[in-house]
């Protein structure tokens, strides 16, 4: 998990964007390694004679895109360093000589490089300011005294060093050596990187990116060199690498034979087929005794907003410029809602008062569905686990969903079935916490949010038709498309990853068959289309500009369609329920109303619901405290004893 912290300025700041570590135990060979490296620190970072070359062409107009590309240039120049190891200046007498696990660098002397630092220094004095002088002449400042002091060239630099025995026995080798270190050499404190602080948000990233660079030196800069080891004295410091934990220490040991490979998965892609005869959409009324009627909804957000903002203000360096304007253009959203609570949570939060808005006593409910793709929980499941906060001393059923984005009309589906055993409401929670698990994925970043609904759905009074018209759930498809949103994903470092030409073309190929049933399917008093009766179109807020343009192709106005992603990102399973909540809130829906909820997603699953949905089941919102995250929330009776636990059994 990689949570966001909000700083003494009341801003969320990410770390994981600009420290640059890798978790290790999810990467298996040099391969792999350099993949990533290439992709996170490669990519978009310009060498020094990139930058030359744009100093000489006019290439940069004013001072802010120097500033980052020297800061991307010096984040690749320490991209192993960064990822793999710790940096301890070591006195050459002290140094261990034979041990496998301390390391030096064999460094090659930075060709040109006085003429590319003369170049930077002269582009910047003669550029003009982008937003802010001061600020962009102090992060100068930071990045320069690295950059203007660097010795060594970055190209050929290899990811495994060489042992100090190593280098001794490389004829010609040389390293860093510093001839006096102060072990108190000023270094940027954790929490001043947390609390930097630029009214621009690009500016705030590139402050942020300067410190950690500038800590990456803890030594006199303009005082080193590079020597051979028959030039280094006994009491000149070199700059030892030492693994930077057993994750990277492990690691080494497999990139250098030292430890077997990882076994390969066994695994192999079947040959696609096609279902044997079509899988039609359920006709609730016609296919279930028990009509199901929803009592109440109520939503959880998360207490901080993420405005787009904020996500440019904590750009990773891997990630192109993008302004807030430009993700609000390409995604639809302005803001997304976070929480420092866990998702456990969220979820009982939005139990609690959906139970209380229904009336229903919880000795009631005869099941528990909890429909999430991000809980951290598997022993016991979120489900079994808000069965015990709540008190239930039993259910018919406890169980959890994974079905990421369809999580509505997946656990809709589940509540229905279940209510014709229970013949008794059953408690629908649909919850997702994003971000904690999304780290330096710029698109990821961009879209997802955290937040939760639940639903109490019981049983229609004898007589009456039941709120749910019709029910459909997919899953499956192309590989490509399955593999669409991965999580953990140790291609990108175990986080949240969307690959969106395949998300776009899942979402495309459902949208399409769903339209295609509803208007098959007759409309609920057997006359007209189910298409030609629905009032109100709430999808899952995956990305609104991408919806938008695939609903035109179905045919579809954008005038029958309801978002609230601008606000609330995407929340996955959460996104429809929380949607028809705000679309109650925000008047659109004023009385009873037959709104189709299609929903698509991670796993290529898909599925909607065509239900009545009325404004007087809305439960009244209460927003989180931040102040009391991580508190305990419970209701009576108390956990139980071990004589409770005998009694389950029999005993």
């Not at 390391?103 to 004095?125: N, Q």
């Not at 997702?432 to 955290?450: A, H, L, P």
């Not at 470092?493 to 395949?502: H, L, M, R, S």
């Not at 698509?600 to 949905?613: D, I, Q």
Request: hydrophobic share 40%; aromatic share 8%.
């Amino acid at each position: 998990m990689k949570p966001f912290v909000v700083n003494n300025h009341d801003r969320l700041v990410f770390p994981a964007n600009f420290l640059g570590e890798l978790d290790f135990s999810v990467i298996d060979d040099l391969e792999q390694f350099a993949a990533i490296v290439g992709r996170d620190f490669e990519a978009k970072a310009p060498t020094g004679t990139d930058i030359l070359e744009r100093v000489a062409s006019g290439a940069y107009e004013s001072r802010f895109g120097l500033l980052r590309d020297m800061s991307q240039n010096l984040f690749w120049v320490n991209r192993y360093t960064l990822t793999m190891f710790e940096k301890r200046p070591t006195r050459w007498r002290d140094l261990p000589r034979h041990r496998p696990d301390v390391f030096l660098p064999t460094l090659t002397p930075w060709r040109d490089g006085e003429r590319k630092i003369r170049a930077v220094r002269e582009a910047f004095d003669a550029l003009p300011t982008t937003w802010d002088t001061g600020v962009e002449e102090r992060i100068f400042d930071l990045l320069f005294d690295v950059y203007g002091n660097r010795r060594h060239h970055a190209t050929e630099l290899p990811a495994v060093k060489p042992t100090v025995e190593q280098f001794l026995t490389t004829p010609g080798a040389r390293t860093f050596v510093v001839p006096h270190h102060d072990p108190d050499y000023p270094v940027f404190a954790w929490n001043e990187i947390l609390d930097a602080h630029a009214e621009r948000p690009e500016l705030e990233a590139l402050t942020r990116w300067a410190m950690v660079l500038h800590n990456q030196y803890p030594w006199d800069r303009a005082a080193t060199e590079l020597r051979t080891a028959d030039e280094i004295g006994d009491d000149d410091h070199v700059i030892a690498f030492h693994p930077r934990n057993r994750d990277v220490a492990d690691f080494l040991d497999r990139a250098t034979g030292a430890r077997p490979a990882r076994r390969g998965r066994v695994a192999t892609q079947a040959e696609p087929v096609s279902p044997a005869r079509p899988l039609p959409p359920v006709r609730v009324r016609e296919a279930f005794a028990v009509q199901p009627k929803v009592e109440a909804l109520a939503v959880v957000r998360g207490e901080h907003v993420c405005s787009n903002d904020d996500v440019v203000r904590n750009s990773a360096f891997s990630w192109s410029p993008m302004s807030a304007a430009e993700i609000s253009t390409k995604t639809g959203i302005d803001q997304r809602c976070y929480t420092s609570h866990d998702i456990e949570d969220l979820a009982w939060s939005a139990a609690v008062r959906a139970l209380e808005h229904s009336g229903r006593d919880r000795s009631e409910i005869g099941a528990v569905i909890v429909a999430t793709c991000t809980s951290e929980r598997l022993i016991p499941s979120l489900s079994t686990w808000l069965s015990g906060q709540l008190g239930l001393l039993q259910t018919h059923c406890s169980a959890d969903i994974v079905a990421a984005c369809a999580g509505l009309p997946y656990g809709l589906a589940e509540a229905v079935r279940q209510l014709q055993e229970v013949r008794r409401p059953v408690l629908l929670v649909c919850v997702e916490k994003f971000s904690d698990k999304i780290g330096n994925v710029r698109t990821s970043r961009m879209i997802f949010g955290d937040g939760a609904a639940a639903m109490v759905v019981a049983p229609a009074p004898d007589g009456e038709p039941g709120d749910v018209d019709l029910l459909q759930t997919y899953a499956s498809g192309p590989v490509s498309e399955v593999n669409s949103i991965i999580w953990p994903n140790p291609e990108f470092d175990n986080d949240i990853t969307v690959y969106g030409p395949e998300v776009k073309s899942l979402v495309a190929r459902y949208l399409a068959q769903m339209i295609g049933e509803l208007t098959e399917q007759a409309g609920p008093d057997g006359t007209g289309s189910m298409l030609d009766a629905v009032d109100l179109i709430v999808p899952h807020q995956a990305n609104k500009t991408m919806i938008l343009q695939l609903a035109e192709k179905a045919g579809l106005a954008a005038e029958q369609l309801y978002f609230n992603i601008g606000t609330m990102g995407n929340v996955s399973a959460a996104s429809i329920p929380i949607a028809l909540f705000d679309a109650c809130a925000d008047g659109v829906v004023t009385g009873p109303t037959r709104v189709f909820a299609p929903g698509f997603g991670a796993g290529a699953v898909g599925g909607y619901a065509v239900l009545e949905v009325d404004p007087a089941v809305m439960a009244p919102e209460v927003f989180l405290d931040p102040a009391a995250a991580g508190a305990p929330q419970t209701v009576p009776p108390a956990a139980p004893t071990t004589d409770d636990v005998r009694i389950a059994f029999g005993e």
